[in-house]
């Protein structure tokens, strides 16, 4: 009685914050029935949904979205949270809007959840799930979750203790996320690209040594960061055998999505799903908020591409610089959902701006980021005569930035997570979350 009562209070806060456009309502629902209800989260899971778990620093919306509408244009009734929020709060938030009014536990197919680094040790003392998805790790919001082998440890204990009943998709590319797949009960799956994108490991590259005897890793070849195939010359640790390592059709700019797209695809595979389904469903997909998200204005297109660490936000200028861009703002935010350590863009590799006309920047770190473009190129471009404008007032800054933009152009928008979501909020009116 209790779970239904929560649900309908739940559903209810949801649909006034709709009303009174506050947002989506995707985290308060559940942080208040976890408040009444500590157990709300595995009590209202019904026997018949399984559970995925999409986990990773980058790509993790991007993939739970792509699962999910693999598994909507198969047939199949889904459970998603779709907002983003991946916390216990936005997944027991995520249960109360997909359970039926007056229904005490969930009755749809799937219920598919991208999970917080920090949280999915959490998230499996809640729930069982039949599949986690693991994509990569990558320095991020340091003064939260710590380097990435602390969180490569806790993910590891929680991993030893599943059964059988849950099944692991890693990237194999990774080596500390292949790495994980090892000594387990579960079936392990693995995807990974057979391409050559650079020849060496890149400055900033996070994994570079053996997870098993940490010694110096040899990559044969290199996609991005440190992703590729690896081996270690000391005890032979290499890149696992792939289970996929193409698709038919790739849905989004960039080679991160490219893995996004081979979890999807291997989850699909492993879970039967006819291969036209899958490529159909890839073809039709539209981008996850603030990832490659599209948004018309008066004849002129913006296009968001989320860039919140060092890795994301290189990928995001390696891809935008293929589309030859003349608009470009970039938006640097150190709120709470960003991280408080900003330092990380000294990591960014900025020199390719200097081929893009029109730069603006703004952001709550605007002048940090001013500072950053200043020495690219080697200190060639001036703060006083250079190309970029620096707005401290976010609106005016895409005001700005979107008169500079011809009719027909895109301007593109490199923002951090909480800045990605302010954009969204002045250019549509509403919030996301």
Known sequence: MLNILLILLGKSFSKLSNVLNLGAGATWPGHIALKFNPNFIRSTIGGSTKIVLIAGTNGKTTTSTLISEILKSNGSSVVHNKSGANQLNG??????????????????????????????????????????????????????????????????????????QTTLILNADDPQIAFLGKDLKSKVLYFGLNENEQDIIEHGADSTYCPSCFNDLNHLSVTFSHLGNWECPNCGEKRPKLNVSTASFYPLLGTYNKYNTLAAALFAKNEKINASVVEKTFKNFKPAFGRQEEIAIDGKKVKIFLSKNPTSFNESLSTINSLNPKNLLIILNDRIPDGLDVSWIWDVKTDSLSKIPNISVSGDRTYDMGLRLKYSENGQWSMVNSKFKIQEDLKAAIKTALNKTPQGQTLYILPTYSAMLEVRKILKGRKIL
């Open 91 to 164: 997944i027991a938030s995520a249960i109360i809007t997909g359970t039926k009014l007056f229904d005490n536990k969930l009755s749809s197919n799937y219920l598919i959840l991208e999970v917080d680094e920090n949280v999915l040790p959490l998230a499996l003392r809640e729930l069982t799930p039949d599949y986690i998805v693991c994509l990569n790790l990558f320095r991020d919001q340091l003064d939260r979750y710590g380097e990435i082998d602390s969180i490569i440890k806790k993910w590891k204990g929680s991993f030893e203790k599943l059964d059988k």
